[in-house]
């Protein structure tokens, strides 16, 4: 497989993530946030592209062969494809969703006597259960930053919302537990990091907030929030 595909796509995906788009997706009450929603999606189009082009490249190749080579690329697309559909529809995008985007039609030259014909040729590619799995795992972290954002910008309904997601999303790791690959058992805690965290701060709104100006909720949360360990986060 090129490596060059693979960095433009883990590109593609990091540009969903930056600061200042970031920063307004995880808001609900701007005015344009279906115009940012739509934004996000054509983003995630150009995204489903680089990976057509990496289904094109490994055409009749073992994909498990070449598996670690783009799996960190998939993980991060599960995790921006997944945090799209909850700000949309506050609901867990399934594998079978995601993978019926990953569809592509692409023109299959034949050559005929003296000349060549072109017939549609359609290419699939099968994200696998643990791709997405650690994806929707580092899903949990992204909700938890959106939990913060939706605090300081005195959105004081969010927070609880993540927190049912959030504990519907941990208690199905915790049916999968060790038995499941190791990869997967490993993000479970860092998942249950991001669950303290926005449980943590649904306690402190339920319990002190009205204690404390909401301009300075945020600043409680964000400091507890990093005292989570970078290395975990990124395990």
Known sequence: MCPKTEDRTRSEIRGLYEPEFSRHFCIQSVPDVEEILNEAEVKLDG????????????RGEDLHQFHRAFTP????YVEAVSFHHFIR??????????????????DNNKAVGEGTFSSPCVLTFQITPTDYL???????????????????????????QLS???????????????????EVSKKLHTLRQSLGK????????????????????????????????????MA
């Open 198 to 233: 926005v449980e943590d701060a649904c306690y402190t709104l339920r319990v002190r907030g009205s204690e404390i100006p909401k301009h300075m909720l945020a600043d409680v949360f964000s400091s507890r929030a990093a005292h989570i360990d970078p290395d975990d986060a």
């Open 164 to 182: 049912g997601f959030l504990r519907q999303i941990h208690d199905g790791f915790s049916l999968i537990g060790n038995t499941g690959p190791y």
């Open 134 to 160: 650690l994806g929707v795992a580092d899903l949990t972290g992204e909700l938890m930053r959106m939990c913060i954002s939706s605090v300081g910008n005195g959105d004081m309904d969010t927070p609880f």
């Open 89 to 106: 529809h506050r609901s867990l995008i399934s594998l079978e969703e995601i993978n019926a985007r990953l569809v592509f039609i692409r």
């Open 73 to 76: 690329g998939i993980q991060e």
């Open 47 to 58: 995204v489903r592209q680089k990976i057509g082009q990496i289904a094109e490249e490994l």
